[in-house]
């Protein structure tokens, strides 16, 4: 079983930034492939970035303004999000990709409780 908590929410101006991070219990962290998704109200999970040890990629959406790091030792996968627009507004989950393709929410399991993201215009 893997418990994830995600941090580092809030509430930003269009143009500014926040860090999120994605906190996992489990000793084999290192070898979790994490992604990032998010709900907009009345909207479908959306696919944000994803990070495993082959590679690293990102909706488009969020190309170039978005970048997801993590560190291994404090079992913590993390989402920079620069340049940030109103319409990045939503709750971003974290969540173990566990099978099929990174980018369907169905392809993950063990998700986290999420943390509200707003950008204001």
């Known amino acids: 079983q893997v418990q994830l908590v995600e941090s580092g929410g809030g509430l930003v101006q269009a143009g500014g930034s926040l860090r999120l991070s994605c906190a996992a219990s489990?000793?084999?962290?290192?070898?979790?492939?994490m992604g990032w998704f998010r709900q907009a109200p009345g909207k479908e999970r959306e696919f944000v970035a994803h990070s495993s040890w082959i590679s690293t990629y990102y909706a488009d959406s969020v190309k170039g303004r978005f970048t997801v790091s993590r560190d291994n030792a404090k079992n913590t996968v993390y989402l920079q999000m620069n340049s940030l627009k109103p319409e990045d507004t939503a709750v971003y989950y974290c969540?173990?990709?566990?099978?099929?393709?990174?980018?369907?929410?169905?392809?993950?399991?063990?998700w986290g409780q999420g943390t509200q993201v707003t950008v204001s215009s």
């Open positions: 969540a173990v990709h566990t099978q099929g393709s990174g980018v369907s929410p169905h392809s993950y399991d063990y």
């Open positions: 489990g000793r084999t962290f290192s070898s979790y492939a």
